[in-house]
């Protein structure tokens, strides 16, 4: 009689920045929950995969996890899958970064876990490309796992997939499962009888042939996901599944990923296209037409003939969509160029330089769909940590002096600026304002500037449509509740009111002209009107060298011959870098033959670690502010040339999780007002200084 071979695997990850509660969490409520109900089925075989850093939390925190784990791969009954150690997203990442995560992460399972072999391998977010198939079987690889609508992209029909196909990029082979839709969405959040319906139906349709059937999905749905502990452990659905399938293995029988390669040849040659799981082709495409797709997916969700042919975008599509997100990427793989300097030169610390750069390439940060993502700010700061401890080692034994280089570093066809020393980073965009979009401090491995803009997303829709029925989160909700849940639940209330969104990309040195009466609370809703068109207009820039006192210096001049208020108008500002920070001078000429009176607001933002009951201010008659961020021990100052009034207040955006709406901190503006009543001809002059510094403490 024919049966299925049923293949359960589940991945386990927490991303580098995450916070230690909810490792733990986490551990508590879906892994450990998850083992011991394993641990108790000698009779069922699965498949795991977990991140390096998870496994170095287990080895750390809960070493007991680890001999479970051994436990269970030294019966058979258990088969790890490698990856990348820190889960990058490997079609983003250098050829060479990916054989170098993929070897860290396998020597571990072989050394941890005495396993002679590691044949398969976890792609973060199922993302492929088919140029990946030569690198991930160079690297030893000899299967890995995907999604089945990867499958029906490629014209296949996803009710005929069984067991493994194979693809090759010239000529190095891949095998690849694919991962049922039907099991993914059933496990555990459907009935366990339609489980077994659909085992015996499959049975029926294949009559003297063994059919696999792979579900491989998050483990963090197994209790951890909104109210899913209470389901999955509370009320025994896994461990009633179990059970259902150790009773019915005259119909099913769990297996291996490896056991299927043995015992089964593959299912025919396939060439599959850029891809992910459906849900992120959805959340990649751009904001405007993904309301769209998503409405044609509902209207075609019953029919299967048309829908096979409706596919959206794939995952380098963030990198258009945020800017925040392809600077962070181009940021990675500029330092990934350094860093394979450094070990080509076998410079000491080279291979702690790859390792930082390794754990920058976690996936998590670098894009946004039902879980936060790029809208975290700690994980976005994690990264830009990791990278820079990475471009620091570099510094150390490969940059020999501080300079201005120019070259195209987020590839949008214009040249930036960068300016590079032992100490910091300034990273300069001509044609976006003459704006700042980076500065890194080395001393706190911290990126000022790493603040995310406010854009609007599909999803503000429903929660402004929903605004007066929303849920608020509670932790007695008992209906279980899945990532795809379609209630408006929110974590605060009035989120609806925060829904703003900006005019232009959020950086340092934007240089607004507003009206002598603009009041702080139109230019945090955006209320007001540019008078100019420099905040995000082209820069001419120039590098300019000095000699002062035997010391050789160097100084970015960015001008703009523009318009003010109808009126010709040229804006020149000099950026000079100084120990750990900039001073900046600006003239406004007036090139008309009018008086100009407006008001000029050169904007700046810090992305500080947390708010603060300060930044919601406007400041009368000063010409110093000053910020301290307790969690790095930072304090920023900006000194004025002059006294007067400053408007401050926090940059904070609504986004959509697993948990339902929030609200997240991002970042401080600090905006100084600057009355500017020019005579035809005349110049305005005016300048400040910013510092980032460790706090001084008392007594020392």
């Known amino acids: 009689m024919s049966k299925v071979k049923f293949i359960f695997c589940t991945h386990n990850h927490q991303p580098i920045g995450n916070f230690g509660w909810v490792f733990e969490k986490a551990y508590r409520s879906a892994y450990k929950p998850f083992m011991d109900i394993m641990?108790?089925?000698?009779?069922?075989?699965?498949?795991?995969?977990?991140?390096?850093?998870?496994?170095?939390?287990?080895?750390?925190?809960?070493?007991?996890?680890?001999?479970?784990?051994?436990?269970?791969?030294?019966?058979?009954?258990?088969?790890?899958?490698?990856?990348?150690?820190?889960?990058?997203?490997?079609?983003?990442?250098?050829?060479?970064?990916?054989?170098?995560?993929?070897?860290?992460?396998?020597?571990?399972?072989?050394?941890?876990?005495?396993?002679?072999?590691?044949?398969?391998?976890?792609?973060?977010?199922?993302?492929?490309?088919?140029?990946?198939?030569?690198?991930?079987?160079?690297?030893?690889?000899?299967?890995?796992?995907?999604?089945?609508?990867?499958?029906?992209?490629?014209?296949?029909?996803?009710?005929?997939?069984?067991?493994?196909?194979?693809?090759?990029?010239?000529?190095?082979?891949l095998n690849i499962f694919p991962i049922n839709k039907k099991m993914r969405y059933l496990i555990p959040f459907g009935l366990i009888e339609d489980i077994l319906k659909y085992f015996k139906k499959l049975i029926e349709?294949?009559?003297?042939?063994?059919?696999?059937?792979?579900?491989?999905?998050?483990?963090?749905?197994?209790?951890?996901?909104?109210?899913?502990?209470?389901?999955?452990?509370?009320?025994?659905?896994?461990?009633?599944?179990?059970?259902?399938?150790?009773?019915?293995?005259?119909?099913?029988?769990?297996?291996?990923?490896?056991?299927?390669?043995?015992?089964?040849?593959?299912?025919?040659?396939?060439?599959?296209?850029?891809?992910?799981?459906?849900?992120?082709?959805?959340?990649?495409?751009?904001v405007e037409v993904q309301q769209s797709f998503e409405n044609i997916l509902e209207r075609y969700k019953y029919d299967d003939v048309r829908k096979r042919f409706l596919h959206g975008g794939f995952w380098r599509n963030f990198l258009t969509r945020y800017e925040e997100a392809n600077n962070m990427h181009k940021k990675m793989l500029?330092?990934?160029?350094?860093?394979?300097?450094?070990?080509?030169?076998?410079?000491?610390?080279?291979?702690?330089?790859?390792?930082?750069?390794?754990?920058?390439?976690?996936?998590?940060?670098?894009?946004?769909?039902?879980?936060?993502?790029?809208?975290?700010?700690?994980?976005?700061?994690?990264?830009?940590?990791?990278?820079?401890?990475?471009?620091?080692?570099?510094?150390?034994?490969?940059?020999?002096?501080?300079?201005?280089?120019?070259?195209?570093?987020?590839?949008?066809?214009h040249e930036e600026y960068l300016y590079e020393s032992k100490t910091q980073n300034i990273y300069v965009l001509p044609s976006n304002g003459g704006s700042i979009f980076e500065w890194d401090v080395f001393k706190f491995h911290h990126n000022l500037l790493d603040v995310l803009t406010r854009r609007y997303e599909s999803y503000h829709k429903k929660l402004k449509d929903n605004a007066e029925k929303t849920v608020l989160i509670n932790d007695d909700d008992s209906h279980i509740q899945t990532i795809h849940n379609d209630s408006v639940r929110v974590k605060e209330v009035g989120l609806d009111k925060y829904l703003v969104y900006d005019k232009y990309k959020r950086a340092s040195l934007i240089d607004h002209f507003f009206t002598n009466n603009i009041k702080n609370e139109d230019f945090i809703f955006n209320c007001y009107e540019e008078k100019g068109d420099f905040f995000n207009g082209m820069y001419e820039p120039e590098i300019k060298y000095s000699k002062k006192f035997f010391k050789k210096s160097t100084r970015l001049v960015l001008s703009r011959y523009g318009k003010v208020d109808g009126k010709d108008v040229k804006v020149t500002k000099e950026i000079v870098p100084i120990p750990n920070g900039y001073n900046v001078k600006y003239e406004i000429k007036n090139n008309s033959n009018e008086d100009l009176d407006?008001?000029?607001?050169?904007?700046?933002?810090?992305?500080?670690?947390?708010?603060?009951?300060?930044?919601?201010?406007?400041?009368?008659?000063?010409?110093?502010?000053?910020?301290?961020?307790?969690?790095?021990?930072?304090?920023?100052?900006?000194?004025?040339?002059?006294?007067?009034?400053?408007?401050?207040?926090?940059?904070?955006?609504?986004?959509?999780?697993?948990?339902?709406?929030?609200?997240?901190?991002?970042?401080?503006?600090?905006?100084?007002?600057?009355?500017?009543?020019?005579?035809?001809?005349?110049?305005?002059?005016?300048?400040?200084?910013?510092?980032?510094?460790?706090?001084?403490?008392?007594?020392?």
């Open 205 to 286: 349709k294949n009559p003297g042939r063994d059919i696999v059937v792979v579900m491989a999905d998050d483990g963090e749905k197994f209790g951890m996901w909104p109210t899913t502990y209470q389901h999955v452990y509370e009320n025994k659905w896994l461990e009633n599944f179990l059970v259902a399938l150790e009773e019915n293995s005259d119909i099913v029988e769990t297996a291996t990923f490896s056991e299927i390669l043995e015992i089964k040849k593959s299912s025919g040659r396939v060439y599959l296209p850029c891809a992910s799981y459906e849900e992120m082709s959805e959340w990649t495409l751009p």
């Open 334 to 413: 500029y330092v990934s160029k350094k860093i394979e300097k450094c070990l080509e030169h076998e410079k000491r610390h080279s291979q702690k330089a790859a390792y930082d750069l390794y754990a920058g390439q976690c996936n998590c940060a670098y894009w946004h769909g039902v879980f936060g993502g790029l809208y975290l700010p700690h994980l976005r700061n994690a990264i830009y940590n990791k990278l820079l401890k990475a471009e620091e080692l570099y510094n150390k034994s490969m940059l020999k002096k501080a300079s201005w280089n120019v070259f195209d570093f987020n590839c949008d066809s």
């Open 39 to 173: 641990l108790n089925h000698p009779k069922i075989k699965w498949n795991m995969h977990a991140s390096g850093m998870l496994w170095e939390y287990f080895e750390k925190e809960h070493p007991d996890y680890i001999k479970d784990v051994k436990k269970l791969t030294n019966s058979g009954n258990l088969e790890i899958l490698s990856g990348g150690y820190y889960e990058p997203l490997m079609a983003s990442i250098p050829n060479r970064d990916k054989i170098g995560q993929i070897t860290k992460l396998t020597k571990y399972i072989k050394k941890t876990f005495c396993c002679k072999e590691v044949n398969g391998l976890w792609l973060a977010e199922r993302v492929w490309e088919p140029g990946m198939a030569k690198v991930l079987s160079a690297s030893g690889c000899q299967y890995s796992v995907l999604d089945d609508s990867h499958f029906v992209a490629a014209g296949m029909n996803a009710e005929n997939l069984s067991g493994y196909y194979t693809t090759e990029d010239e000529g190095y082979s």
């Open 598 to 700: 407006v008001c000029f607001a050169p904007e700046q933002i810090f992305a500080f670690t947390s708010k603060s009951g300060d930044d919601y201010s406007v400041l009368k008659d000063v010409d110093i502010w000053k910020r301290y961020d307790s969690y790095l021990n930072m304090e920023v100052e900006i000194k004025f040339s002059e006294k007067g009034e400053i408007f401050v207040y926090p940059v904070e955006t609504v986004s959509n999780s697993d948990n339902g709406f929030e609200k997240t901190y991002q970042g401080t503006v600090v905006l100084p007002l600057i009355k500017c009543l020019v005579n035809p001809g005349e110049v305005k002059k005016f300048s400040f200084s910013t510092i980032a510094n460790l706090k001084k403490q008392k007594g020392l």
